[in-house]
């Protein structure tokens, strides 16, 4: 089990753990342990059936196995094998003139989607060492990174709304009780809750902005290994050879700054190119 799928699981577990605790001390907040054991349960399918959830979304069907491509599933089939994968991702086609590759699932059902303009692009060895960067993916689970990023952000924001709730309740009940006890700031206690209530959603904002930049350092970190695992199955050469094409017929987005970069899933182009001539060394 990879280190990322035992996060998700840890994650999931506490979460849960502390809805349980919750729901022990506030009976409305059965509601939270329900909703939170569904995103948990709908993640993890989606998760478990993101392969062919994929392949229907972006309208891809089976790569032919003819004389243009016969080369590349041979090597699929082999170099799977040599990366331990449980079974060999089948290879999927979407007809889109943007330079991209897709891998979904998990080593026990995966799958490789490649756009047209890809394929018109590469020659053999870097498609080849593309397919490579896409199996790493689907050997360390990468995919779990959104099911992990669906749970953080949709836990934070629904015990944020729970919270917010009984804080802005129990001003109201605390308003009335001092009213029917003939006392004089009717409203105060209401209007402490509230900004008390407004406070604790700015805190999940910034936790929330937090985590998911911490998983997108961790993205990045994930398509340093993949570019690595493609350069060892292929060469450094071919690999740096798939990117240079990729900014070449994409186009390369100027990072606009600190921010950006922090929210990036992957890394700049120069920054990968860089890692690769370090590890070729």
Request: glycine share 10%; net charge positive; charged share 15%.
């Amino acid at each position: 089990m990879t280190y990322l799928l035992k996060v998700v699981l840890n994650l999931c577990l506490l979460v849960g753990i502390f809805a349980l605790g919750l729901s022990l001390v506030v009976p409305s907040a059965y509601a939270l342990v329900l909703g939170l054991l569904l995103v948990v349960a709908v993640a993890g399918v989606m998760y478990l059936v993101s392969a062919p959830l994929m392949v229907f979304m972006m309208k891809a069907s089976p790569l032919a196995q003819d004389a243009r491509f016969a080369a590349l599933h041979d090597h699929v089939i082999r170099d799977a094998a040599q990366m331990g994968l449980a079974r060999v991702p089948r290879l999927f086609v979407t007809d889109s003139p943007v330079f991209n590759a897709f891998a979904a699932g998990h080593p026990a059902n995966g799958a490789i989607i490649f756009s047209t303009g890809l394929l018109k692009s590469l020659g053999d060895a870097e498609l080849r060492a593309v397919a490579g960067h896409e199996m790493a993916h689907i050997k360390h689970h990468d995919n779990a990174l959104g099911v992990l990023n669906v749970v953080t952000v949709f836990a934070i924001r629904v015990v944020t709304w729970v919270l917010f709730g009984m804080i802005v309740l129990a001003g109201i009940a605390l308003d009335m009780a001092l009213g029917m006890m003939g006392g004089t700031a009717a409203g105060k206690s209401t209007r402490m809750g509230a900004r008390l209530g407004l406070w604790l959603r700015q805190i999940s904002e910034w936790l929330i902005a937090i985590a998911v930049a911490a998983l997108m350092g961790v993205s990045r970190e994930n398509e340093f290994r993949a570019d690595a695992a493609g350069a060892k199955l292929v060469s450094p050469v071919a690999m740096a050879g798939a990117l240079i094409t990729m900014d070449r017929v994409n186009g390369s987005a100027p990072v606009a700054g600190w921010m950006d970069r922090l929210y990036r899933s992957h890394p700049e182009t120069e920054e990968r190119l860089t890692a690769l001539r370090k590890g070729g060394a």
